[in-house]
């Protein structure tokens, strides 16, 4: 990075004043895995639209470490929030807690990807022998950039269990959770994951594909330049229509969808669904370099097991057809089990300034991370693989 006295930390609220290529080179460095959505073009697409912005409580603090050449050596997608929605890390008795005490726990400081529960890297560096010290560094900026402020807190959630462990080295509160991920074994064909199933639960899933294509129901895959307006048209009527029924107020905007389909095109599945050549129902995916990542269902017909279908058996469709090593399907649902998706842990950081309720917050995590551990050997259990084809992937717990 050079002479690191001569490095500054700069913080902006916004990133259309920061060069997408400095930043890319940052988040995504060449030869690792690409994860999209801490892509300039992504985070962007959120500021720009109008999802992430002070109007909705998201107010960009991003920061910029930058060495003796003015040039990009590090940053961090960074938000100053009034509230805790739209995070998937759930915080919301801590904030309880230290207002009856007395506290003003907000505003709070969040380094995360707003409305995106998956995990990838925060503290942004190139891989270079100096990354660790530039992880370092930056980590050191956010926490005086909170002191300076005033702030409660700062919130680094979904990141990568290396980055995590390194944090914790450097006094950081730990937490873990757990989502659901698919693992590809090499399989060729959809079968080939079937035959590693057990009968029974080989037997449930072709019975729910089925009865998910019945009333003349057929699914697609839209992806890279056969996107159009139309169906992100479509698609933003089922995000509205779920998204009303589930939390009041839907997060993205019409705009946060046309943006992504511009720039990210080929990064981007929409599995859809049609009857009667109408679209009725369909599930966001983005492509990693790795991975596919579920995101966003809605629909506007209901039909039995099509969101099983939609977000699930055609996700690991798809994963198999491009080489993928699993799928990330999201936050929650203990019914992704049944259907091959495996209790994997996620991991966040924070920093808390009051003394005495960083203490009483680290022995809460303490206990609670027992409990993740516990809950996740339990669920293994439950695991739906035929036990001779079953040891490798309950191995993968860790993930």
């Known amino acids: 990075m050079g002479d690191s006295e001569a490095a500054i930390i700069r913080v902006v609220d916004s990133l259309s004043s920061v060069d997408s290529a400095s930043w890319d080179t940052c988040a995504n460095p060449p030869g690792e895995p690409v994860n999209p959505f801490v892509s300039h073009r992504f985070l962007s697409a959120l500021e720009e639209s109008g999802s992430a912005t002070r109007r909705t409580g998201w107010l960009p603090q ?9 040039q990009l050596a590090g940053c ?16 919301h008795g801590w904030a309880n807690a230290f207002e009856n005490a007395g506290g003003r726990y907000y505003p709070k400081l969040q380094c995360s990807v707003p409305f995106t529960p998956a995990t990838g890297p925060r503290l942004l ?19 005086e950039v909170g002191k300076r402020t005033g702030v409660s807190s700062l919130h680094i959630t979904f990141l990568p269990e290396r980055q995590w462990t390194r944090l914790g080295s450097l006094g950081l509160l730990q937490r873990t959770d757990q989502q659901f991920h698919w693992h590809n074994r090499g399989y060729n064909t959809f079968e080939d994951f079937l035959s590693d199933l057990s009968s029974r639960k080989r037997k449930m899933i072709r019975k729910e594909r089925e009865r998910a294509k019945e009333n003349g129901v057929s699914v697609e895959w839209v992806t890279g330049s056969d996107l159009t307006e139309d169906h992100w048209d479509a698609f933003f009527a089922f995000y509205m229509d779920t998204g009303a029924r589930k939390w009041g107020s ?29 679209l009725i ?7 990693g370099g790795d ?5 966003n269902w809605g629909a506007v017909e209901h039909h039995p097991f099509l969101h099983f279908e939609c977000c699930y ?12 090593a699993r799928v990330e399907a999201g936050a929650q649902g203990e019914h992704k089990l049944a259907r091959g998706y495996l209790p994997s842990r996620t991991y966040s950081a924070h920093w808390i300034a009051n003394s005495s309720f960083r203490e009483a917050v680290a022995e809460y995590l303490s206990r609670e991370r027992q409990y993740v551990d516990r809950d996740i050997a339990a669920l293994g259990e439950y695991a739906p693989f035929r036990h001779d084809a079953a040891g490798e992937e309950h191995q993968e717990d860790d993930f």
């Open 62 to 70: 991003h920061i910029l470490l930058e060495d003796e050449r003015g």
């Open 76 to 91: 961090m997608p960074m938000y100053l929030k009034n509230h805790s929605r739209g995070e998937y890390v759930f915080d």
């Open 125 to 143: 560096t190139p891989n270079t022998p100096a990354r660790e010290a530039v992880e370092d560094t930056l980590i050191a900026g956010a926490i």
């Open 250 to 278: 839907p997060y993205l905007t019409r705009e946060f969808f046309s943006l992504v389909g511009e720039r990210m095109a080929d990064e981007t599945l929409l599995v859809m669904a049609r009857r009667d050549g109408r």
């Open 281 to 287: 129902a369909g599930a966001l995916n983005f492509i």
């Open 313 to 324: 058996y055609q996700a690991i469709e798809f994963a198999i057809d491009r080489g993928l």
């Open 291 to 295: 991975a596919l990542y579920g995101r």
